[in-house]
């Protein structure tokens, strides 16, 4: 028993349910780009280099666990995904399947949460690149002098902004040109993991580092945590690694076989993920421990970068020098893969007349949406310049709100796929897990991890510790992000009724499904 898909027309006319042709690129990746590109919008070694430390802080040895729990509700979604994207293989993804699962108003917000979560972490990619630009510039060079201008703010925003322009240039190009840049870059990361994997190992049964532990199966307990708050906070963090995989199914309207492939594609680069995180996890345990002195994973003063500090001690200064360009080409390819989802997001709901219709304009030579891209660049540039000038501290308490961000739409696509099926769960076994069971509980558990970072966020000491009116700042900024979506929506009714009363893009259950 097969589902037939309801497919989007090849021109940009509307189909009997209000699905559109965009006008993109047909057929440009096939199954092996997409995954790549899933792979790299997440950006492995960057959310290593940075996350090691922090969630070692909250669950010492039991990192492994917390990256497996963390695992799970991000698979039962993708099975949402996947199943969401047969019926409806739309580059609106989560906006257009919550729009017809829970209507235009919900699933307005739903884009609204993955668009303004994307303009957040694109900005943090981007600085993130700089300074890795400027500190592997120092070691090439050998001056400290150079590394240093990563604190001329100046410099750094300057350069910022020329990374952005950058990214943003190759994705104005088309899927094909993101492709073959990040074959190049993916493939450099996961070989310098894999490296730094085997030689942190070598150090471990050598004993060279006095922390070094000997591997344990409980490691892979997440029941073995004591503490809820602690293990909650390494969830929350484990979340965050895997965030970016929907971007096979953004680019579903360019893929080869777009009923499957992208589904197919983000479990995966979500498998890739698990088992680059798991074995990294590990062997720099079993290598370092995570002690909170010398090389420690979970020491304060290099918790925040992981590989800066063993880079040296574990690889040497050569092949430590090769972790480091790692580090930058992770976030440099993450940083222009991340501009697929947020413009072609921006597309679709331009297309069904959720926003402007100039966004629903597509390059007529690269097939790409040339002013949502270039918008967005703009965005995160401005966003940029202007968070640095204002206050370190917004910056920092903006990137702690990307979680709640992202619990957001993500579990609003996972409720919307059990919805949307509803009738067809009680057809099979299959239909009913698959399109029932698994994404409620993805939708339950990031529900849960959402209340929970809300409730953290209320405590002015989450993030960087400021506050407003005694309210905690990342909380003001998170809830105020997401009102600021409320505004826009309701500037946006008035604006395109016809959307918002259902004309559009209609709400309804999927196509028939028949035996072969």
Same mark, same amino acid.
């Given at each position: 028993?097969?589902?037939?898909?309801?497919?989007?027309?090849?021109?940009?006319?509307?189909?009997?349910?209000?699905?559109?042709?965009?006008?993109?690129?047909?057929?440009?990746?096939?199954?092996?780009?997409?995954?790549?590109?899933?792979?790299?919008?997440?950006?492995?070694?960057?959310?290593? %280099?940075? =996350?090691? &430390?922090?969630?070692?802080?909250? +669950? /010492? #040895?039991?990192?492994?666990?917390?990256? !497996?729990?963390?695992? $799970?509700?991000?698979?039962?979604?993708?099975?949402?995904?996947?199943?969401?994207?047969?019926?409806?293989?739309?580059?609106?993804?989560?906006?257009?399947?919550?729009?017809?699962?829970?209507?235009?108003?919900?699933?307005?917000?739903?884009?609204?949460?993955?668009?303004?979560?994307?303009?957040?972490?694109?900005?943090?990619?981007?600085?993130?690149?700089?300074?890795?630009?400027?500190?592997?510039?120092?070691?090439?060079?050998?001056?400290?002098?150079?590394?240093?201008?990563?604190?001329?703010?100046?410099?750094?925003?300057?350069?910022?902004?020329?990374?952005?322009?950058?990214?943003?240039?190759?994705?104005?190009?088309?899927? %094909?040109? =993101?492709? &073959?840049?990040?074959?190049?870059? +993916? /493939? #450099?990361?996961?070989?310098?993991?894999? !490296?730094?994997?085997? $030689?942190?190992?070598?150090?471990?049964?050598?004993?060279?580092?006095?922390?070094?532990?000997?591997?344990?199966?409980?490691?892979?307990?997440?029941?073995?945590?004591?503490?809820?708050?602690?293990?909650?906070?390494?969830?929350?963090?484990?979340?965050?690694?895997?965030?970016?995989?929907?971007?096979?199914?953004?680019?579903?309207?360019?893929?080869?076989?777009?009923?499957?492939?992208?589904?197919?594609?983000?479990?995966?680069?979500?498998?890739?993920?698990?088992?680059?995180?798991?074995?990294?996890?590990?062997?720099?345990?079993?290598?370092?421990?995570?002690?909170?002195?010398?090389?420690?994973?979970?020491?304060?003063?290099?918790?925040?970068?992981?590989?800066?500090?063993?880079?040296?001690?574990?690889?040497?200064?050569?092949?430590?020098? !090769?972790?480091?360009?790692?580090?930058?080409?992770?976030?440099?390819?993450?940083?222009?893969?991340?501009?697929?989802?947020?413009?072609?997001?921006?597309?679709?709901?331009?297309?069904?007349?959720?926003?402007?219709?100039?966004?629903?304009?597509?390059?007529?030579?690269?097939?790409?949406?040339?002013?949502?891209?270039?918008?967005?660049?703009?965005?995160?540039?401005?966003?940029?310049?202007?968070?640095?000038?204002?206050?370190?501290?917004?910056?920092?308490?903006?990137?702690?709100?990307?979680?709640?961000?992202?619990?957001?739409?993500?579990?609003?696509?996972?409720?919307?796929?059990?919805?949307?099926?509803?009738?067809?769960?009680?057809?099979?076994?299959?239909?009913?897990?698959?399109?029932?069971?698994?994404?409620?509980?993805?939708?339950?558990?990031?529900?849960?991890?959402?209340?929970?970072?809300?409730?953290?966020?209320?405590?002015?000491?989450?993030?960087?510790?400021?506050?407003?009116?005694?309210?905690?700042?990342?909380?003001?900024?998170?809830?105020?992000?997401?009102?600021?979506?409320?505004?826009?929506?309701?500037?946006?009714?008035?604006?395109?009724?016809?959307?918002?009363?259902?004309?559009?893009?209609?709400?309804?259950?999927?196509?028939?499904?028949?035996?072969?």
């Amino acid at each position: 028993m097969t589902e037939t898909a309801v497919r989007p027309p090849a021109d940009d006319t509307a189909s009997g349910d209000g699905v559109r042709g965009k006008g993109l690129g047909g057929n440009s990746i096939g199954l092996l780009g997409s995954a790549v590109i899933g792979v790299s919008t997440v950006a492995p070694v960057y959310c290593l %280099t940075s =996350t090691l &430390g922090s969630t070692a802080g909250e +669950v /010492g #040895l039991y990192m492994p666990a917390v990256f !497996l729990a963390g695992f $799970l509700p991000m698979l039962l979604v993708a099975f949402a995904y996947r199943e969401l994207n047969k019926a409806v293989p739309d580059c609106g993804t989560s906006f257009t399947w919550t729009v017809k699962a829970f209507g235009p108003h919900v699933g307005w917000m739903c884009g609204w949460g993955l668009v303004i979560a994307t303009v957040i972490v694109l900005s943090n990619l981007a600085g993130v690149a700089t300074s890795f630009f400027w500190l592997l510039a120092g070691e090439l060079t050998g001056s400290g002098a150079v590394a240093d201008l990563d604190g001329d703010r100046a410099v750094h925003i300057v350069t910022c902004l020329a990374l952005i322009a950058a990214a943003t240039a190759i994705s104005y190009r088309g899927m %094909t040109t =993101t492709k &073959g840049v990040q074959y190049a870059l +993916v /493939g #450099l990361q996961l070989v310098v993991l894999a !490296l730094f994997v085997v $030689l942190a190992l070598h150090k471990a049964h050598t004993g060279a580092f006095a922390g070094h532990a000997d591997f344990s199966w409980s490691w892979l307990n997440p029941f073995v945590v004591k503490s809820f708050a602690s293990f909650s906070a390494g969830l929350s963090l484990s979340i965050f690694m895997y965030w970016g995989w929907d971007t096979c199914l953004t680019a579903n309207e360019e893929t080869i076989g777009s009923e499957k492939t992208p589904g197919r594609a983000a479990l995966i680069a979500m498998v890739v993920l698990v088992g680059s995180y798991l074995t990294t996890a590990v062997a720099a345990q079993m290598a370092v421990g995570s002690g909170t002195q010398g090389l420690g994973l979970a020491d304060p003063a290099t918790s925040d970068n992981v590989f800066a500090a063993l880079a040296g001690p574990v690889m040497g200064h050569a092949l430590g020098i !090769l972790l480091f360009v790692a580090v930058l080409a992770s976030a440099a390819a993450s940083l222009q893969t991340t501009f697929i989802p947020v413009a072609r997001t921006v597309l679709a709901m331009s297309t069904y007349q959720a926003l402007p219709a100039s966004y629903a304009r597509v390059h007529e030579r690269f097939r790409t949406p040339g002013r949502a891209t270039v918008t967005a660049g703009v965005a995160t540039g401005v966003f940029y310049t202007v968070m640095s000038l204002l206050s370190e501290h917004v910056l920092v308490d903006t990137i702690y709100a990307l979680g709640l961000m992202i619990c957001f739409y993500y579990a609003l696509t996972a409720f919307s796929c059990a919805w949307y099926f509803r009738r067809d769960l009680t057809r099979s076994a299959r239909d009913a897990v698959f399109k029932g069971l698994f994404p409620v509980l993805g939708g339950l558990l990031l529900t849960a991890v959402f209340g929970k970072t809300l409730y953290d966020m209320w405590n002015p000491a989450y993030g960087s510790g400021s506050a407003v009116l005694g309210v905690g700042s990342v909380f003001v900024i998170g809830v105020g992000l997401l009102l600021l979506g409320v505004l826009f929506m309701l500037v946006m009714r008035r604006r395109s009724p016809a959307f918002f009363r259902g004309e559009i893009l209609t709400a309804g259950t999927p196509a028939l499904i028949v035996e072969d």
